[in-house]
């Protein structure tokens, strides 16, 4: 993996006609990984593209990629001399112009064009279509094309606007691990944005979690979903339940469900009230165990089925456990804490994660 710093985003602020949508962004994206831009609709993430793409001034900071400055207040590199390529939600294709045209349209003048324009289409699969034109096609063949097109200049870095929106969802998911192995392939770095979080963890190296235009955790997603660094992303990313609980050791909280014992230590006062994070995969089902759960609900998700518990004390919590063991609404059934990647906040109240983010819009939970 490189660590070669390919964009750096300082102190960025960027909007429109003066008016500041993005405040203080400052992330990294080294060469040859791919980024993300996550979160609810409206909190920034197309502003922050279309900054990094030159189609916006910036109001403060700066754009820099590779050596070179792209954007700083008063002065904006233009697109087309910036050397980053762009996939659209909508494809944008020339309608009137074929499939390989399309393709060759950046690189008309390169004495090679026809031999690149082939190996694009060999890469995103599209090699017996070149003749087509863009309304005989599928809508991810459409994309396709799309990718073709944006790859042909050599970009040193591609933004991908919320690509697969327009697709359903088994294609969908196809075209997002097929699109980061063609990436990964060829080494291009990337940046996409989606409010899909499912789909920024099968495309994406590193993520970023926006809220309302500012940049709460730029991370891995592992680290988003096991160490979360504020509540919102907490909540944001997968799912799970506060509960509350009181930090006995850096490392121990004592909750209603039992001491639990993680492997990250948290540098509050001992005695302090904290929020518990517990994700589904938390908890673990074991059917002789003393602690009891009442089942309220349930979703059968194929190889698992997300369960909706109730605690005695009234706490509500989900579990996954695999659907070969099916228990009935009503039942109780015998759980376990396992939550090595303790996750605590101070005391904000005892809520269920999501509805910490009912007021915001848009937002898509992982198994919604
Ligand atoms: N051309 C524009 N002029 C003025 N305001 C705009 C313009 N485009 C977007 N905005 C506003 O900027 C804010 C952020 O919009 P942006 O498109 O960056 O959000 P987003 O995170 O990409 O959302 P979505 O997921 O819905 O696409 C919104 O309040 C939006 O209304």
Same mark, same amino acid.
């Given at each position: 993996m490189s660590t070669e710093r390919l964009l750096s985003l300082r102190d960025l602020s960027c909007g429109y006609d003066g008016q500041r949508?993005?405040?203080?962004l400052n992330l990294h994206l080294n060469r040859g990984d791919i980024g993300c831009l996550l979160g609810p609709?409206?909190?920034?993430k197309t502003t922050t593209l279309r900054a990094i793409a030159g189609f916006e001034p910036v109001h403060a900071g700066e754009i820099q990629l590779g050596d070179a400055v792209l954007s700083r207040p008063g002065f904006t590199l233009s697109p087309e001399r910036r050397r980053v390529g762009m996939v659209f939600q909508d494809y944008a294709?020339?309608?009137?112009?074929?499939v390989e045209q399309n393709v060759a349209f950046g690189i008309g003048?390169?004495?090679?064009a026809s031999r690149i324009v082939g190996e694009m289409l060999e890469l995103v699969n599209?090699?017996?279509?070149?003749?087509?034109?863009? /309304? =005989?096609?599928s809508g991810g063949q459409q994309q396709r094309v799309a990718l073709a097109r944006a790859l042909a200049p050599e970009p040193e870095l591609l933004l991908l606007d919320?690509?697969?929106?327009n697709l359903d969802g088994d294609l969908r998911r196809r075209l997002s691990h097929e699109v980061r192995s063609i990436l990964k392939s060829r080494g291009t770095s990337a940046i996409l944005v989606t409010h899909d979080q499912e789909e920024a963890f099968a495309v994406s190296d590193q993520i970023g979690v926006f809220r309302e235009g500012r940049l709460e955790q730029w991370d891995s997603p592992f680290n988003l979903y /096991? =160490?979360?660094?504020?509540p919102f992303v907490a909540s944001f990313i997968g799912q799970g339940y506060f509960i509350r609980g009181q930090l006995l050791a850096p490392e121990t909280v004592q909750t209603e469900l039992g001491a639990i014992r993680g492997n990250r230590a948290y540098l509050?006062?001992?005695?302090s009230a904290v929020d518990v994070l517990l994700r589904p995969d938390d908890i673990v089902h074991v059917p002789d165990s003393p602690l009891t759960a009442l089942v309220v609900g349930k979703t059968f998700l194929g190889a698992s089925t997300l369960y909706r518990l109730q605690l005695s004390t009234g706490t509500r919590l989900e579990a996954i456990f695999t659907s070969h063991a099916d228990y009935a609404e009503g039942s109780f059934i015998g759980i376990r804490i396992a939550a090595d990647h303790l996750v605590v906040f101070?005391?904000?109240?005892?809520?269920?994660a999501h509805e910490a983010l009912a007021?915001?819009?848009g937002v898509r939970r992982y198994s919604a």
């Open positions: 949508i993005v405040e203080s609709s409206g909190c920034g294709l020339f309608p009137h112009l074929s003048k390169h004495p090679q599209l090699g017996n279509l070149g003749k087509r034109y863009p /309304h =005989e096609l919320e690509p697969f929106s /096991h =160490e979360p660094l504020t509050l006062p001992a005695g101070p005391v904000e109240g005892s809520v269920a007021r915001d819009k």
